[in-house]
């Protein structure tokens, strides 16, 4: 008896993690085989240009990937498919904001600001107070977004960016671009919020027990709100360093980033019910990612095989991630 | 005969019908005509897919499951169906492939979230990739064209009012055979609570299976009626409709958290849904804006769904004096 | 079959029943291995459960419901035969003398007809095996005399009956043996015509549970009694308003049948519902939220720890300080390790996650979070509810000392016996039993027994107490 107890408590007993370095260990494993194979196939792949341009790529991810993984900690099935349409928008109006020059960006950070609060807040009344489940609510937000940019812009590729943006592009330091010191920026900002802010601590328990969350007095509402605004605006930049990198905007462009979101914050270990996860996990499974689409790409490959492959490759990862418990249980 | 009232206006269906009947008779007032000539009929023709993929996905929402992979499948059946076309394959065979297709990629999502236990957002989510992708690879870019005459009959059986009819009208016969078997009140119970029908007897694994395989079924009739209708191929054609599709059950009075709702609601929903926005559209003169306005429709479509639904169940529990 | 929640009997009925897998042994069913995967396979072989949280469908009507776990056909059709089912139904409701339900909805039954119908689910079924988990604790003195008379007729066709249930009387009174889970052991089985209460308690608990504990009534004296809290409190469901008035270091128990308006109240006072103006420590305040109560000094314990206790994926630490760091803004005077063990928690380590521990314990810790955020009054809305007997003691004796330290305690019970023996222990009590959203008898002293509680409980007057 005394050591069925120990047994048992031994499997009960969990250690909290909400990023542990163990779980980090797949994804690692995972990049370096991609960017082995990737050479062998690809000659050339794991130069120091290519991988820089690999790291920028993830590095935009990365930062799609913080308001996915805030939206899906907040728990009750929160997921943020409008990802992709907050960038595409931020892209394609920065040349009308901006006028493309380095003042104008300023005014236009602002302005996405102010943009990616209001469109949030909407988000977060009508899925909090009229009970419309996230999913359904962000989905439709990016029809809204998607065609607010296309009557903007009507359908012009826009082509006059501020010279800064370009210049994340660039290196700044040895071989390493702009973008990355900015993404470590970013990323470290809003660690820092998630987990040692009263916000960040608190989204954690809305995410993990709603009633609970109530009961002990957490404004819930206020808290989930704010979620789905920090994920608007963070798109929002997210789509400005994705201008910055590709040097110009079309319609639609930031679309495939809502996929690899949500698939690189699953990799990385958050849950779709939320109340655990981070953004270390998302940063990694940005690169596995990005090396894979580049990989792909690299090789020639169409842009139907390269969806089915990422469609697949999402379904390989929820299958190990996200399986739900045995109804015999 | 109060009696008969307080359950009509509780029929789940009830407002999306109230709301399309409405509709139809303002606008009478307002265009007269409106309703004669070709409108309706070419109205029914360009959304019958539509419709027909909302009663399927409606039943997996009643069910408590979730696919969001609609749009790609139709789109994976146009592929199919017009390179079959173009590869002079016999219609009666197009035909059965299209439902092949659909039943397979519905048993894909099946699979995965019946037998797998993969959470059914996730899911339907990646085969909508997946779908999708097979489509582009398969047809780069719009081309072809289906067998003429099927076209033809199409638009033109019974004033172009027999074919949308038609397959919608077995679509919802369908639905009500399986809503006098066991199957139909299965679906309601592992909807409303998965683990109190698994405890009470009844098969989960199999009643999801059934759901999502049927869906898919229902999505190849959908993607058939389609290709008809644009008589091309085109393997971005649907991507947009997943959204339409699930409002459109909304606005049908089907809860997303299952158990609740009936399928003939998605009928008046996408009914509903579709004239608002034909309607809106045509009075809007930039194009360019109609995804937004399509998009803000849908919204307020889903908000004012779902808050008519509250409103109509707190009166009853009022009425009825309950706890 | 008894013992403490934590036991192991639920998990045993749900292993019979086909719903949950044991981690090893056999059972055996006329001498042949049993060994079902599913309930549909435990139905086959006649085992039929009811469930304590109970298999009834909101969505579905009646028929549909008692019917769901074997439906009938039309003959050699796929299509339901809705009028042998619906014959079906009836004829078993009318065993139940509830005939009149037919027709009516799930969700505006009370409980006692929920629980008789999910009985009625499981005798339409023809059990060899029937598991009774937990019924009778929500039925009136008549149903129970019923079920009684049905389950003798089942006895004498053959039929195995599994009686769980944690009232000892019912248990004696209609079981011909008893056996006694501890800890998911068995500690025996017994004759019960050879067993007394406390023996079977004393097993139950594995401790001596004569000793009662001690209280100081000196401790409060009649002039003490400082009125700290009065409120008026709007009951939307009943359409009535309760007045309460509350004095420092008084514990107020509240008694009376499920859905009378408990809840709602407590809820409500705590900012849960509509607002509220009341007057505390002299102060009018109103009370919108309970982010608004809680730094007015209120604290809120629900039974229901899955739904609004625990925070599962977080640890233990974090659900502990949950209220004082992220809504009051403070920090315990002692370290967490402290005031967890003085609330008597067994853990490993505060940063294990709160799902490590026994239901028992995670409710000390959500208990805990309270008890350290310096509240006055302690709201609880049936906070022992599914905890074993010594972590209900536990609790007891937290509240116990809250009271000593000043607070106030409001506990809703559902337990009329936690409510005579919590009233014992502290120094000022009273319990207040509500029927239909209203106070309808207030008892103190010796009026504090379990007859008085169950007379008023179901609407009549003490003049009419009677012995069934």
């Given at each position: 008896m005394g050591e069925t107890e120990s047994v048992k408590e031994l499997r009960k007993k969990?250690?909290?993690?909400?990023?542990n370095v163990k779980s980090f260990l797949p994804s690692i494993i995972i990049i370096i085989i991609l960017t082995v194979v990737s050479n062998i196939l690809s000659?050339?792949?794991?130069s120091v240009g290519n991988m820089m341009t690999i790291s920028t790529r993830a590095c935009i991810l990365a930062v799609a990937c913080i308001g996915q993984a805030y939206i899906m900690i907040s728990g009750n099935a929160g997921i943020d498919m409008s990802v992709g349409a907050f960038m595409s928008m931020a892209a394609l109006l920065t040349s009308k904001f901006s006028g493309g020059t380095n003042l104008g960006l300023v005014w236009t950070v602002l302005i996405f600001i102010g943009i990616g609060a209001f469109f949030g807040f909407i988000t977060g009344v009508c899925i909090q107070?009229?009970?419309?489940?996230s999913l359904v609510m962000t989905l439709a937000m990016s029809s809204v977004i998607n065609g607010l940019s296309l009557g903007v812009t009507r359908g012009q590729p826009q082509m006059t960016i501020p010279p800064v943006l370009l210049s994340l592009?660039?290196?700044?330091?040895?071989?390493?671009?702009?973008m990355i010191f900015l993404t470590v920026i970013i990323i470290t900002v809003m660690i820092l919020v998630l987990h040692k802010t009263k916000y960040g601590k608190s989204l954690f328990m809305v995410g993990s027990n709603r009633n609970a969350a109530a009961v002990i007095g957490l404004k819930v509402n206020r808290i989930v709100i704010g979620t789905y605004m920090i994920s608007a605006i963070i798109s929002c930049i997210a789509g400005l360093m994705m201008l910055g990198f590709v040097g110009s905007a079309q319609l639609q462009?930031?679309?495939?980033?809502t996929l690899l979101s949500v698939a690189a914050v699953v990799i990385g270990g958050?849950?779709?019910?939320?109340g655990k996860g981070g953004l270390v996990g998302g940063i990694l499974g940005s690169l596995v990612l990005i090396i894979l689409t580049s990989m792909l790409t690299a090789l020639g490959l169409p842009s139907g095989v390269r969806q089915l492959i990422q469609g697949t490759l999402l379904l390989g990862i929820v299958l190990i991630n996200s399986r739900e418990l045995k109804l015999r249980n | 005969m109060k009696q008969r009232l307080i359950k009509l206006v509780q029929w789940t269906p009830f407002p999306a019908l109230a709301l399309l009947i409405f509709f139809l008779i303002l606008n009478q007032f307002l265009s007269?005509?409106?309703?004669?000539?070709n409108f309706m009929s070419s109205f029914l023709a360009a959304n019958a897919s539509v419709i027909i993929v909302s009663i399927g996905t409606s039943i997996v929402l009643i069910g408590g499951g979730m696919d969001i992979s609609m749009g790609g499948l139709l789109c994976l059946v146009n592929v199919v169906y017009v390179l079959l076309a173009e590869a002079k394959v016999p219609l009666a065979v197009c035909l059965i492939m299209c439902i092949v297709i659909g039943f397979a990629g519905g048993l894909l999502n099946g699979l995965c979230i019946?037998?797998?236990?993969?959470?059914p957002l996730l899911t339907t989510f990646a085969t909508s990739f997946v779908f999708g992708g097979i489509a582009l690879w398969l047809m780069k870019a719009p081309h072809g064209s289906i067998q003429r005459e099927i076209v033809k009959w199409y638009f033109s059986w019974l004033k172009g009012y027999g074919a949308p009819i038609l397959f919608i009208g077995i679509t919802i016969v369908l639905w009500l055979v399986i809503k006098k078997t066991k199957m139909g009140v299965w679906i309601y119970a592992v909807g409303k609570d998965e683990v109190k029908a698994y405890a009470s007897g009844v098969p989960v694994r199999t009643v999801k299976l059934f759901m999502y395989g049927f869906s898919g079924i229902i999505t190849g009739i959908g993607g058939m009626v389609l290709t008809t209708y644009i008589g091309a191929g085109d393997?971005?054609?649907?991507?947009?409709?997943t959204m339409t599709i699930i409002a459109a059950c909304v606005i049908g009075?089907?809860?997303?958290?299952?158990?609740?709702?009936?399928?003939i609601g998605a009928l008046f929903g996408s009914m509903f849904l579709g004239l608002i926005i034909t309607t809106v559209l045509s009075s809007v003169?930039?194009?360019?804006?109609h995804n937004f306005v399509q998009g803000i429709i849908m919204v307020m479509g889903v908000i004012g769904a779902i808050l008519l639904s509250r409103v109509i169940n707190s009166v009853k529990y009022k009425s009825l004096g309950g706890r | 079959m008894v013992g403490g929640n934590g036991s192991g009997k639920s998990t045993l009925s749900k292993i019979l029943g086909g719903s949950a897998l044991q981690d090893s042994g056999e059972v055996l069913l006329d001498g042949q291995?049993?060994?079902?995967?599913s309930p549909i396979e435990a139905k086959h072989k006649g085992v039929i459960i009811t469930s304590q949280e109970l298999?009834?469908?909101?969505?579905?009507?009646i028929v549909e419901n008692v019917c769901l776990c074997n439906m009938d056909r039309k003959k050699r059709s796929a299509f339901l035969d809705y009028h042998k089912m619906e014959q079906r139904t009836r004829k078993v409701l009318k065993r139940l003398g509830?005939?009149?339900?037919?027709?009516?909805?799930i969700n505006m039954l009370p409980t006692n007809e929920q629980y008789l119908l999910e009985l009625a689910k499981a005798l339409v079924q023809i059990p060899r095996v029937l598991i009774i988990d937990e019924?009778?604790?929500?039925?009136y003195k008549g149903d129970v005399a019923l079920v009684k008379t049905i389950l003798e007729e089942l006895k004498q066709k053959g039929v195995v009956i599994l009686f769980i249930s944690h009232r000892l009387n019912e248990v004696f009174d209609l079981c011909d043996s008893v056996t006694v889970l501890r800890n998911g052991d068995t500690v025996g089985t017994f004759k019960s015509a050879e067993l007394s209460e406390m023996q079977l308690i004393s097993y139950m608990s594995?401790?001596?549970?004569?000793?009662e504990h001690v209280?100081?009534?000196?401790?409060?004296?009649?002039?003490?009694?400082?009125?700290?809290l009065e409120a008026k409190v709007h009951l939307e469901e009943f359409d009535k308003d309760i007045e309460l008035n509350v004095v420092q270091g008084e514990f107020i128990g509240v008694a009376g049948l499920?859905?009378?308006g408990q809840s709602e109240m407590l809820r409500t006072l705590f900012g849960m519902g509509q607002p509220v103006d009341l007057t505390f420590y002299g102060q009018q305040r109103r009370i919108t939220s309970p982010s608004k109560a809680i730094k007015m000094g209120f604290a809120f314990l629900s039974g229901n720890r899955e739904r609004e206790g625990i925070?599962?994926?977080?640890s233990i630490a974090e659900n502990f300080n949950a209220v004082n760091h992220l809504v009051l803004n403070r920090k315990q005077d002692e370290d967490v390790d402290t005031c967890l063990k003085k609330n008597g928690v067994k853990y490993h380590?505060?940063?294990?996650?709160?799902?490590?521990?026994s239901g028992g314990n995670q409710q000390k810790v959500v208990i805990a979070r309270w008890t350290y955020?310096?509240?006055?009054i302690l709201l609880a809305d049936?906070?022992?509810?599914?905890?074993d007997i010594q972590a209900r003691r536990d609790a007891h004796e937290t509240f116990c000392r809250m009271i000593q330290e000043g607070a106030s305690v409001i506990m809703i019970s559902s337990d009329d016996e936690e409510l005579v023996e919590t009233s014992k222990m502290m120094p000022l009590a009273r319990v207040i039993v509500m029927y239909e959203g209203q106070i309808a008898r207030t008892l103190i002293g010796e009026d504090i027994n379990l007859e008085a509680i169950a007379a008023s409980s179901s609407g009549q007057s003490s003049s009419e107490v009677k012995e069934s």
């Open positions: 969990v250690f909290l993690n909400n990023q000659p050339g792949f794991a107070f009229f009970k419309i489940p592009g660039t290196p700044v330091v040895g071989v390493i671009r702009g462009m930031g679309d495939e980033y958050t849950k779709l019910s939320g | 007269p005509g409106y309703l004669k000539g019946a037998v797998f236990r993969v959470t393997p971005l054609i649907a991507v947009s409709y009075g089907i809860l997303l958290t299952g158990g609740v709702g009936d399928a003169r930039d194009s360019f804006y | 291995p049993y060994a079902v995967k298999s009834l469908l909101p969505n579905l009507n509830k005939e009149h339900l037919i027709d009516k909805e019924i009778t604790s929500a039925l594995g401790r001596d549970v004569t000793q209280v100081d009534r000196s401790v409060i004296k009649s002039g003490d009694q400082k009125v700290i499920d859905g009378q925070f599962k994926e977080r380590g505060t940063k294990d996650l709160i799902t490590s521990l955020t310096g509240a006055r049936d906070p022992t509810k599914g905890i």
